[in-house]
């Protein structure tokens, strides 16, 4: 059992490999459609998503609510399918999300450029230049996107196990070599220390569910970290007592053994709405 996240620069070939790894190893596909609809059961509109999909959000964008909301909700749905493990997660920073994770695998699909090109030609109809504009504003809006939400660098190699080139290869042969070396590296111990973590991820996040959007308390850049059951909780309040309705709220969350704040107090914080 693992879980494979697969970054891929624009007419790289990523989807296609993406889908003959499902079929290869018997994977479910978490891809656009997935999150997209998983988005929407929780409010998270195509007009909403569009702002922050896959790009880096305009300077008020990124200060609002919605940013929060997009990345919070984005996190849960994969952290959501990782939970069942033997799945695949097609972009969306599902290899930073995922980061630590041991029975995890984080590939990236690339190509040089002239062959995007003559791809993307073919895909749109249109001539070099507008290929090549489509292309750059692509790796744009996917670089921007995860710097600003993963603080990552998505065109440096040191972000994932394996980089493929699709230059001298086929979507079929890339994705039997994504699983070969998927089997090779993920053992039954690091199954096992990854389903934990997985578990502890998701854990987290239904705290910051329950304190943020369930009972709406005002603790600013809330993060929980959970450790079999223990649980600290870092932000920013400018009260005690919402301090102390964090707390209550994180030992009302099923599965918490044990929770303590790192909650940071500081009188007349204020947000932008």
């Not at 952290?79 to 695949?88: E, T, W």
């Not at 230049?129 to 809006?141: F, G, P, T, V």
């Not at 394996?162 to 590296?185: E, G, Q, R, V």
């Amino acid at each position: 059992m693992a879980i494979i996240t697969i970054a891929r620069e624009q007419a790289s070939l990523g989807e296609e490999i993406a889908h003959e790894l499902a079929k290869i190893s018997g994977y479910a596909l978490i891809d656009k459609d997935y999150l997209e609809t998983k988005l929407n059961a929780i409010g998270i509109t195509a007009e909403k998503r569009e702002k922050f999909d896959e790009k880096s959000p305009g300077f008020w964008a990124s200060l609002s609510q919605q940013r929060d909301d997009y990345l919070h909700f984005l996190k849960t749905a994969i952290l959501d399918a990782a939970q069942q493990n033997d799945c695949i997660v097609m972009g969306r920073g599902g290899y930073a999300i995922l980061r630590g994770v041991p029975h995890s695998l984080a590939v990236k699909i690339t190509s040089p450029i002239s062959l995007r090109v003559e791809r993307t030609k073919k895909i749109f109809g249109c001539d070099n230049k507008r290929a090549l504009q489509i292309l750059e504003q692509s790796d744009h809006d996917r670089a921007g996107f995860h710097k600003f939400f993963f603080s990552t660098n998505w065109t440096d190699g040191r972000e994932y196990d394996l980089t493929i080139n699709t230059a001298n290869t086929d979507p079929i042969h890339a994705a039997t070599a994504i699983y070969a070396l998927c089997k090779a590296l993920v053992d039954k111990r690091k199954e096992e220390a990854g389903i934990q973590r997985i578990e502890d991820m998701v854990l987290a996040q239904k705290i910051v569910t329950e304190i943020i959007y369930t009972r709406k308390l005002p603790i600013h850049f809330l993060e929980a970290a959970a450790e079999r059951g223990a649980v600290v909780l870092h932000g920013v309040a400018n009260a005690q007592s919402s301090i102390d309705a964090a707390l209550a709220a994180t030992h009302a969350v099923p599965g918490v053994k044990h929770a303590e704040s790192a909650i940071q107090l500081v009188q007349e914080f204020t947000v932008m709405p």
